[in-house]
């Protein structure tokens, strides 16, 4: 059964810093893109960006470039995701995300965590 745990999430103020985890179990991450969502109230979910297989590869939705960077660790078997330069408009529900392909819609994912909430203050 495969699990993703979330953690991290919490309040912040404007112009800090969150490194969220996802740590996964049941399945090998060096086989799986991982990857992040989020999702505002009354918003639909939001492709964040993710990782290719063997980290090689980090792709990002461009309005977040430069402020959020994705890694991992295979031998843990967690991926990160680590925001700088925070604003309101980032507080959501941070999902991750696992597939065996690549994806950038919510369609194209295999597996989700529960989500943990980022709190923005300005």
């Known amino acids: 059964q495969v699990q993703l745990v979330e953690s991290g999430g919490g309040l912040v103020q404007a112009g800090g810093s969150l490194r969220l985890s996802c740590e996964a179990s049941g399945l090998t991450l060096k086989s799986y893109v991982m990857g992040w969502f989020r999702q505002a109230p009354g918003k639909e979910r939001e492709f964040v960006g993710y990782?290719?297989?063997?980290?090689?590869?980090?792709y990002y939705t461009d309005s977040l470039k430069g402020r959020f960077t994705i890694s991992r660790d295979n031998a843990k078997n967690t991926v990160y995701l680590q925001m700088n330069s925070l604003k309101p408009e980032d507080t959501a529900v941070y999902y991750c995300?696992?597939?065996?392909?690549?994806?950038?819609?919510?369609?194209?994912?295999?597996?989700w965590g529960q989500g943990t909430q980022v709190t923005v203050s300005s």
């Open positions: 995300a696992a597939a065996e392909q690549r994806f950038t819609t919510v369609l194209g994912v295999d597996y």
């Open positions: 990782n290719s297989w063997s980290g090689g590869r980090t």
